[in-house]
T-cell receptor, first 111, second 115 residues
Framework: GEDVEQSLFLSVREGDSSVINCTYT??????LYWYKQEPGAGLQLLTY?????DMKQDQRLTVLLNKKDKHLSLRIADTQTGDSAIYFC???????????FGSGTQLTVLP | DAGVIQSPRHEVTEMGQEVTLRCKPI?????LFWYRQTMMRGLELLIY????????DSGMPEDRFSAKMPNASFSTLKIQPSEPRDSAVYFC?????????????FGEGSWLTVV
């Protein structure tokens, strides 16, 4: 069965790097995603990675995928106060189109 | 470009009333999803349509919930009768078919409170 797990909280200082981690259990994951949710807002797609890739970089964001350990991470370089939000890891399985979400990680950026 | 548009953004209703949530997906997207977000259960898929046809409704909690997609540009999620435990944020999302990836875009959500 599928299960996506994330730690609930992360605090970093402004300007430092943030690393948000996610583990999943189903080896048939095809795409893995990171979404950002600010208070009172919807889910914003940040980036996604196909399961045959190891890394994807997009400006301040770096996604690393370790398929052997079923571990996904999102690194945010030079974290800013505007990055404070809940970050959700999500996956799609096989040819299925629906997302399975983790519980979300609340990122707090301290001045 | 217009994203996924949901209405109403906020609704407060009394227990027993009917609630209708509406969604307009991104033009050209073939798949439409309804998700529910609560503190206790996080984000759960309720139902998923592809080309206006329901593909997976296993997440619909009970018969009080129904969803329709009469055409490619409109979907509704109806709760009748509503109960306090239905209070949640309901998200609609859409995605295109095709090889470019399963990019799924969410609306801003409908924040429902049943009192």
């Amino acid at each position: 069965g599928e299960d996506v797990e994330q730690s609930l909280f992360l605090s970093v200082r402004e300007g430092d790097s943030s690393v948000i981690n996610c583990t999943y259990t189903d080896s048939s994951s095809t795409y893995l995603y990171w979404y950002k949710q600010e208070p009172g807002a919807g889910l914003q797609l940040l980036t996604y990675i196909f399961s045959n890739m190891d890394m994807k970089q997009d400006q301040r964001l770096t996604v690393l995928l370790n398929k052997k350990d079923k571990h996904l991470s999102l690194r945010i370089a030079d974290t800013q106060t505007g990055d404070s939000a809940i970050y959700f890891c999500a996956e799609t399985l096989g040819t299925a189109r629906q997302l399975t979400f983790g519980s979300g990680t609340q990122l707090t950026v301290l001045p | 470009d217009a994203g996924v548009i949901q209405s109403p953004r906020h609704e407060v209703t009394e227990m027993g009333q009917e609630v209708t949530l509406r969604c307009k997906p991104i033009s050209g997207h073939n798949s439409l999803f309804w998700y529910r977000q609560t503190m206790m259960r996080g984000l759960e898929l309720l139902i998923y349509f592809n080309n206006n046809v329901p593909i997976d409704d296993s997440g619909m909690p009970e018969d009080r919930f129904s969803a329709k997609m009469p055409n490619a540009s409109f979907s509704t999620l109806k709760i009748q009768p509503s109960e306090p435990r239905d209070s949640a944020v309901y998200f609609c999302a859409s995605s295109p078919d095709g090889v470019s990836g399963n990019t799924i875009y969410f609306g801003e959500g409908s924040w429902l409170t049943v009192v």
